[in-house]
């Protein structure tokens, strides 16, 4: 704890592997990224009933991740992405693959993605995200955004994320998506989303769909608000399906439950 570095204050790890369990990392901090932990592209990390809290960075405030991570049953708590413009991820920035399971991610600010930034591959189970923050950007909760050069070969990249058995409250986002903002492709299924809030112009109070393709099944999109649409708002480039969702007694200044660009 207490250390500061570029990269990976508390922890960094450009090749191999590592696992963490009952860990604590925490109050480091990190002039770019990683304030807690940097994850090289040949890195794995394997962590499990680990607190990652506290720390802070340019982007990736708790977790930088360009490699393979699994965290189970953790919690990521009051991390932050200090850049003003281009500080994403407060809680994890995922340039890589991550499998999150179980644990809670709350109380994470950055400029986009307060909670998670995700610009590969993100797989979340049973995870508990609340009260974090996009200050002055989009996706409370988490960003998914697809950047022009992402290629793997010779092959585009579209960042993906599946969430299942997801809850999302109490999140806000000074812009778009009070809990998501997504460019990418985006599967939702079992999940809530309640009290979240795209503030200042936002739309989207739990969900700004931007581009790409959006699927959500059998989730509950109840009591969020924006200055826009309440719920979720489609953009004219987004695509998506909702079958057998619930969106009730959501706020906004010009539509309550869903609005299409």
């Known amino acids: 704890s207490d250390h500061t570095a570029r990269y990976g204050a508390g922890l960094a790890v450009d090749h191999g592997t590592v696992f963490l369990r009952k860990s604590m990392i925490l109050d480091n901090n990190a002039d770019l990224a990683g304030g807690g932990l940097w994850l090289g592209a040949a890195a794995t990390a394997h962590i499990a009933a680990s607190q990652i809290t506290t720390n802070r960075a340019g982007s990736g405030g708790g ?29 994890v920035d995922n340039q890589g693959e991550a499998s999150i399971t179980g644990g809670v991610i ?74 998501i903002w997504n460019a990418g492709q985006l599967a939702l299924s079992h999940s809530t989303f309640t009290q979240n809030d795209a503030e200042d112009g936002g739309q989207g109070g739990a969900i700004f769909h931007q581009s790409g393709v959006m699927t959500v099944v059998n989730s509950t ?3 969020n608000t924006a200055t826009g649409s309440g719920g979720l708002y489609v953009a004219e480039e987004g695509h998506g399906a909702l079958p057998h969702v619930t969106i009730a007694q959501n706020f906004g200044g010009a539509v309550g439950g869903l609005g299409v660009g």
Do not use: D
């Open 63 to 91: 977790i930088t991740n360009l490699g393979a991570m699994t965290l189970v049953n953790s919690l990521l708590n009051h991390n932050q992405a200090t850049a003003p413009v281009s500080g994403v991820g407060g809680a």
């Open 106 to 179: 709350s109380n994470n600010t950055a400029t986009t993605g307060g909670g998670i930034n995700n610009q590969q591959q993100l797989t979340l189970r049973m995870v508990v995200l609340s009260t974090n923050r996009a200050q002055n950007g989009n996706g409370g909760a988490l960003a998914n955004q697809t950047t022009a050069n992402q290629t793997r070969g010779n092959q585009a990249i579209t960042s993906t994320v599946t969430i299942t058995n997801g809850y999302f409250a109490n999140n806000s986002a000074q812009g778009n998506g009070g809990a």
């Open 221 to 223: 999109v109840s009591g």
